[in-house]
C-alpha cells in the first residue's frame, strides 16, 4: 500500500509540474520570457507543493499507526481478560493476536484472540485506506491551490527557493533532533530505572548483579544494581588500553612528523589508517583468537594464571585500535606548530629530538591532549572489543589478569534478545546508556574546546 | 657588569674541543638517535600486529574457503520419488542408503549411526533440492556431491589431529619426577614401577590392595599436594599386587619388593615418549578406516565454498554461509544511503552555503561534531527506544538498522560535503551570481556538481563505517537466526556481515573458526572494496584548483 502511495505521489507531483509550466505558459500566451521565473519554476513551485507535505503525511502516519493500532488493540481487549496481566504478558497477547491476524496459526486460539486479529486486521486495512486518501486528497487539495496561485507576475522562483530553505534548515537540524531524541529516550528510560532503583545505590553500590532479576519469584528477586564494579572495569580497560595506545601512537607520530622522508610517510600513513579502518568487531575476534590464548599460555609458561578474558587481553587489543587514532591526531597537532619554532630551536644549536621534547611537544601539548581525550572517550565507549573479550561477570578488582565488565558490555547482554520495558534488569541498560552519553560528552567537548582553542594560537 | 664577567668566565672556560664537551656532544646525538629509535620501534610493533592480525584472520580463515565433499552415488528410485512431488520423498533414507552401500561391511545400529555422522546433517537437504531443479533425473544413477560433516571437514584439511595428547604438561611433568627417580622400566613391552609396599595383614584380609599399592606408590611424591598422581599407577597393578600375594602368602605383615605396572597413557608415554588418544570429536577407531577408504576410492574432494557466499545461516558450520548477512547488510546500508545522502547533502548546503552565522547554526555545528563522537551503542538505544518502542517499527528489520545507521553515517557526510562545497574557489561562485544566477541556482547548478565526487568520496566511506559498526545493529536484534533466504525484506527480520561475525564468533563447533574468520575476510574484502572506490573517485574526478 505504501509504494502504490508513493508512486501516486510521485505521479501527481509530475502532473503537478506538467501542469505548473503549462499553467504559467498560458498565462503569457506562450511567451516564456514575459515571466517572472522561469516556466520551469512554476512546474517545481506546484510539483513541491504537491509532494511535500503529502509525504510528510505519509511519513507521520506511518510511524505513529503502529503505535496507535496498538493501544487501540489493547483497549478492546475484554477486560476480563487482561484484567491482572502483566506488561510483559499483555505484549504477549499483543503479539498473538498480530500473529493470528498473519495468518500463522499454532493450535486453536481463544476465542477473544481471533475476534481481537479480525479487528486488527480491519482496522490495518481501514488505516492503510485512510491513509492513502488522506495523502492523496492533501496532494489534490494543494495542487488546487498553488495552481491558483500561479500567474504572469507570481514569483514561483523565490516560492520554490523557499521550500527548499524550508527543507535544508529541517535536514541540517537533524542532528539537533538524534541529539534530543537521544537525551530524552535515555533520561526518560532511566528515570524509571531510578524510581525502581535508587541512585544512591546505582551510583555508588558495590555489587552488580542484575541478571538475577528475571524472574519475579526468585529468592534476590531485586537484582543488584550498584554500578562502581563496572564503572571501575571500564576505567580499567581503557586505562590500559590508553597505556598501550598513547605512547606507540605518539611516538609513531613524532617519527612520521620530524624523522620519517616523505617516501616512508607515504607508505606508513595508510598503513595506520587501516588498523582504523577494521571494524571493532574484527579486533574483538582477534581478541579472542590470538590475544587472550597467547598471554594465557604466555602466563602458563611462567606459572602465572591469566584468565581467558582478562582485562589486559581486551585493552591491549582496544589499545592497537587506538594507536592511529591518536597517531594522526597527535600528528596534526605536531604538524600545526609553526617551523619558526623549530628553525628557532635548530639555530640555538639543539638536536632534533631536543627541539621535539623542549619546543615542538610542549607546543603541540593542547592538541595532544586533545587527541588522548578524545581517544579516552572511545575507549569508554567502545563497545565489540569488550562484549566479545571481556568478561560479564562484575568483580571489583584492579588486576588486570582478572576478567572486568564494562559499561558497554553490560548495556549489550541486558538488552540482547530481551525488550520488555517493565523491569529494571532491561532498564538498567538505559541509565548506564545515560551516563556513557553524558560522560563522554563531557570528554568530546573538553577534548574540540581544547584543540579548537590551541588551534587559534597559531593561526 | 658582574654579569658580563661571569659568562665572559664561562665561555673561555668552555672549550669544544675538550673530550668533555666531545662526550656530551655525542652524548646528545645518541639521544636524538634513540629517540629516532623509539619511533621506528613504535611503528615497526604496530605494523607487527596489523601483520598479526591479518595474517592470523587468513591462517584461521583459508580453509573455510574449501568444503570437503564426499561424492554419493544415489539412484533416484521412482518408487521413492513421486516424479509430481519430489519434494515430499523421505531423502533422509535415500541418503543413509546410498552411504551405507558404500560400507557393506558395516552392520550394526551402532556402528551405522557413527559411520553415518561422517557425512553432513545437510545431505539430505542437498539431494531434495537437486531432484528437485533435475527431476528428468528420476529413475537414474545420479552423483551428487555433499560436504562431509565438521569435524571430518577440519580432519581433512589438516585442522584437527586424529589423535591429541592425552596427558597435560603438569601430568607429563608429575610423571617425569617418577622417571627421575628411576624406579620406571618396561622389562616385556609393559612398563612397570619398581616400589616397596608394606603388606599389612588387615588390608591384605579385607582385600584392599589398590589401597597398599596407592599408599606405597605416594612415598615418590613426598611433595605432592593432590592425589592426582595415582592415576599412574594402572587399573591392573592392584591385581598384580594381589597374585604377588597369593604366591608368596609369607610376605604378609612384612615389606615386600615388587613391579606393578602403569597405565596406558603413561606405558606409552615412557615406553615411545609420547601418548595419544583419539580426538574425542570422533566416535571409534572405525570412523577413520571409513573415512580413509572413501579417500583412496578418490570420492571425496575440496571444491571452492560458494556456499559461503550463496547459502544462508545454519547450525552446522559446514553448511552456513552469509547469504542471508550480505542481503541484510546490503538492504540497511541502502536505507542509510537513501536517508544519509540526501540529508547530509541538504544539511551541508545550509550550514555551508546559507547559514547565518548564529547561536541556533552554532548550536547545530557543535551536535553534529559531537555526534560523530558519541559511542555507536548510544545510538543502539536510542534505535531501541524511538525506532522500536515510540514508532513501533519491527524489530531485526533492516529498515531500523539503516536509520540508526543513517544517524551515524550522517556527520560523516556532512563533514566531507561541507569540505568539499568550501573546496570550489569563489570564482565559479562570482562567475555564477555575475551572469544572473540566484543563490539558490549558483549552489545547485554550479558549486555542487563540482563538489559532486568529494561528497560521493565522502560517503562511500561513511558507508564503510556504517557497513561494519556491530553493536547498534545488536541492541535493535539484526542478529536474528536467519536459516533461509527466501524471505527478505526491509522489513522482515534478518542479520548482518558484523552481527553474523559476532554470532558466528561465539558458537562452540571448530568449523565456526574457520567460518568466522572467513566472513570477517568477505567483510575486509567489502570494506577495501568500497575504500578502493572512494580513492579511484579522489584521484579521477577531484579537481584541484
Given at each position: 500500500m505504501f509504494g502504490y502511495v508513493l508512486i501516486t505521489l510521485i505521479a501527481l507531483s509530475l502532473a503537478g509540474f506538467v501542469l505548473g509550466r503549462q499553467r504559467a505558459l498560458a498565462a503569457v500566451s506562450g511567451t516564456a520570457a514575459n515571466l517572472h521565473s522561469l516556466p520551469n519554476y512554476h512546474g517545481y513551485f506546484i510539483a513541491a507543493w504537491v509532494g511535500v507535505p503529502a509525504l510528510v503525511l505519509v511519513l507521520v502516519w506511518l510511524l505513529f499507526q503502529g503505535s496507535v493500532i496498538d493501544v487501540l488493540l489493547m483497549r478492546s481487549l475484554p477486560a476480563d481478560k487482561i484484567a491482572g496481566l502483566s506488561q510483559s504478558e499483555l505484549a504477549l497477547l499483543i503479539s498473538e493476536v498480530k500473529s493470528v491476524a498473519g495468518g500463522a496459526i499454532f493450535g486453536t486460539p481463544a476465542a477473544h484472540v481471533v475476534e481481537a486479529a479480525e479487528r486488527y486486521n480491519a482496522w490495518q486495512s481501514i488505516a492503510r485506506w485512510a491513509m492513502a486518501a488522506a495523502a492523496i486528497a492533501l496532494a489534490l487539495v494543494a495542487m488546487l491551490i498553488a495552481r491558483a496561485r500561479?500567474?504572469?507576475?507570481?514569483?514561483a522562483r523565490q516560492g520554490v527557493e523557499h521550500v527548499m530553505d524550508g527543507l535544508m534548515i529541517f535536514c541540517s537540524a537533524i542532528a539537533i533532533l538524534t541529539t534530543l531524541g537521544i537525551v530524552t529516550s535515555l533520561a526518560i528510560e532511566a528515570y524509571r530505572f531510578f524510581q525502581l532503583v535508587s541512585p544512591l545505590q546505582f551510583f555508588f553500590g558495590l555489587n552488580w548483579e542484575p541478571q538475577i532479576a528475571i524472574r519475579a519469584d526468585q529468592v534476590t528477586a531485586g537484582g543488584a544494581f550498584g554500578a562502581i564494579p563496572v564503572y571501575v572495569g571500564t576505567l580499567l580497560i581503557a586505562f590500559i588500553a590508553m597505556a598501550v595506545a598513547t605512547p606507540i601512537g605518539l611516538l609513531s607520530a613524532i617519527y612520521l612528523t620530524e624523522y620519517a622522508s616523505p617516501k616512508v610517510r607515504a607508505v606508513v600513513k595508510p598503513l595506520l589508517e587501516i588498523l582504523a579502518g577494521i571494524p571493532t568487531v574484527v579486533y574483538g575476534f582477534f581478541a579472542v583468537l590470538v590475544v587472550a590464548p597467547a598471554m594465557r599460555n604466555f602466563g602458563q609458561a611462567i606459572g602465572f594464571d591469566i584468565a581467558p578474558n582478562s582485562a589486559l587481553a581486551a585493552g591491549g587489543v582496544m589499545g592497537i585500535m587506538l594507536i592511529p587514532f591518536i597517531s594522526s591526531l597527535s600528528d596534526d597537532a605536531i604538524a600545526a606548530v609553526p617551523q619558526s619554532l623549530r628553525d628557532g630551536s635548530y639555530g640555538l644549536g639543539a638536536t632534533k629530538s631536543e627541539t621535539i621534547i623542549s619546543v615542538l611537544l610542549p607546543a603541540a601539548l593542547p592538541g595532544i591532549m586533545g587527541g588522548i581525550l578524545l581517544a579516552v572517550s572511545r575507549a569508554i565507549g567502545e563497545t565489540m572489543i569488550v562484549v566479545m573479550a571481556a568478561g560479564i561477570i562484575a568483580s571489583l578488582t584492579l588486576n588486570p589478569f582478572e576478567p572486568v565488565t564494562t559499561v558497554t558490555v553490560q548495556i549489550v547482554t541486558l538488552l540482547i534478545g530481551d525488550t520488555e520495558f517493565d523491569n529494571p534488569k532491561t532498564l538498567a541498560a538505559f541509565a548506564l546508556g545515560l551516563v556513557l552519553f553524558l560522560v563522554t560528552l563531557c570528554l568530546n567537548v573538553i577534548a574540540l574546546r581544547i584543540v579548537q582553542k590551541y588551534r587559534e594560537q597559531y593561526d | 657588569m658582574t654579569d658580563v664577567t661571569t659568562s665572559a668566565a664561562v665561555s673561555a672556560r668552555h672549550d669544544w674541543a675538550s673530550n668533555a664537551a666531545k662526550r656530551r656532544v655525542k652524548s646528545r646525538y645518541a639521544k636524538d638517535r634513540r629517540l629516532q629509535m623509539y619511533g621506528i620501534a613504535a611503528i615497526g610493533f604496530a605494523m607487527i600486529l596489523l601483520g598479526i592480525l591479518i595474517t592470523s584472520l587468513f591462517y584461521a580463515g583459508y580453509v573455510a574457503f574449501s568444503t570437503t565433499k564426499v561424492e554419493l552415488g544415489v539412484y533416484l528410485d521412482s518408487k521413492q520419488i513421486d516424479p509430481k512431488t519430489p519434494e515430499k520423498a523421505n531423502y533422509r533414507k535415500i541418503v543413509r542408503n546410498a552411504f551405507l552401500g558404500y560400507f557393506p561391511n558395516v552392520k550394526g545400529r551402532k556402528e551405522q549411526r557413527n559411520l553415518l555422522k561422517?557425512?553432513?546433517?545437510?545431505a539430505p537437504f542437498i539431494l531434495r533440492d537437486y531432484v528437485v531443479d533435475n527431476p528428468d533425473q528420476i529413475g537414474k544413477l545420479v552423483k551428487v556431491q555433499v560436504p562431509v560433516s565438521d569435524p571430518f571437514d577440519q580432519l581433512y584439511k589438516g585442522v584437527i589431529p586424529r589423535q591429541i595428547d592425552a596427558l597435560s604438561f603438569d601430568r607429563i611433568d608429575t610423571f617425569e619426577g617418577l622417571r627421575q627417580q628411576g624406579v620406571l622400566s618396561a622389562p616385556d613391552g609393559r612398563t612397570v614401577v619398581k616400589m616397596t609396599v608394606f603388606l599389612d595383614p588387615e588390608r591384605v584380609s579385607a582385600g584392599q590392595f589398590s589401597a597398599i599399592a596407592n599408599e606405597a606408590f605416594k612415598a615418590f611424591f613426598p611433595q605432592a599436594r593432590n592425589t592426582a598422581f595415582v592415576e599412574i599407577l594402572g587399573g591392573d597393578a592392584a591385581k598384580r599386587l594381589q597374585a604377588f600375594v597369593e604366591a608368596n602368602p609369607d610376605m604378609v605383615g612384612k615389606t615386600a619388593e615388587v613391579s606393578l605396572p602403569i597405565s596406558t597413557n603413561y606405558d606409552n608415554l615412557f615406553r615411545t615418549g609420547e601418548a595419544k588418544v583419539r580426538n574425542p570429536r570422533f566416535a571409534s577407531d572405525n570412523v577413520f578406516v571409513w573415512f580413509d577408504a572413501l579417500v583412496t576410492q578418490d570420492l571425496v574432494s575440496t571444491p571452492f565454498t560458494w556456499e559461503l557466499f550463496f547459502n544462508a545461516d545454519s547450525r552446522f558450520p559446514e553448511l552456513a554461509g552469509l547469504a542471508g548477512a550480505i542481503s541484510g547488510s546490503a538492504l540497511a546500508l541502502l536505507v542509510c544511503f537513501l536517508i544519509s545522502f540526501p540529508v547530509g547533502i541538504a544539511g551541508a548546503i545550509y550550514l555551508e552555503?546559507?547559514?547565518?552565522?548564529n547561536r541556533y547554526t552554532d548550536i547545530i555545528e557543535v551536535n553534529i561534531n559531537n555526534l560523530a563522537a558519541v559511542p555507536s551503542v548510544v545510538f543502539g538505544l536510542l534505535g531501541l527506544a524511538v525506532f522500536l518502542n515510540v514508532f513501533g517499527l519491527p524489530r531485526s528489520a533492516p529498515i531500523v538498522g539503516g536509520m540508526v545507521l543513517s544517524l551515524m553515517t550522517l556527520p560523516t557526510i556532512i563533514v566531507a560535503t561541507r569540505a568539499a562545497l568550501k573546496a570550489v574557489p569563489p570564482s565559479i561562485r562570482e562567475a555564477a551570481l555575475g551572469v544572473g544566477a540566484s543563490k539558490h541556482q549558483m549552489v545547485l547548478h554550479h558549486v555542487l556538481p563540482l563538489a559532486l565526487p568529494g561528497i560521493l568520496t565522502g560517503t562511500i566511506i561513511g558507508l564503510a563505517q556504517a557497513l561494519g559498526e556491530t553493536a547498534p545493529l545488536l541492541l535493535i536484534g539484526m542478529n536474528a537466526f536467519i536459516p533461509?533466504?527466501?524471505?527478505?525484506?526491509?522489513m522482515q527480520p534478518a542479520t548482518a556481515l558484523p552481527t553474523q561475525i559476532f554470532a558466528w564468533a561465539d558458537s562452540p563447533e571448530r568449523g565456526f573458526v574457520s567460518r568466522t574468520s572467513a566472513a570477517i575476510l568477505v567483510l575486509l574484502g567489502f570494506l577495501a572494496i568500497m575504500n578502493a572506490i572512494a580513492i579511484f573517485l579522489r584521484q579521477r574526478f577531484e579537481r584541484k584548483w
Open positions: 500561479i500567474a504572469k507576475d507570481f514569483r | 561422517i557425512i553432513s546433517s545437510g552555503e546559507f547559514a547565518p552565522k533461509s533466504v527466501e524471505n527478505i525484506g526491509i
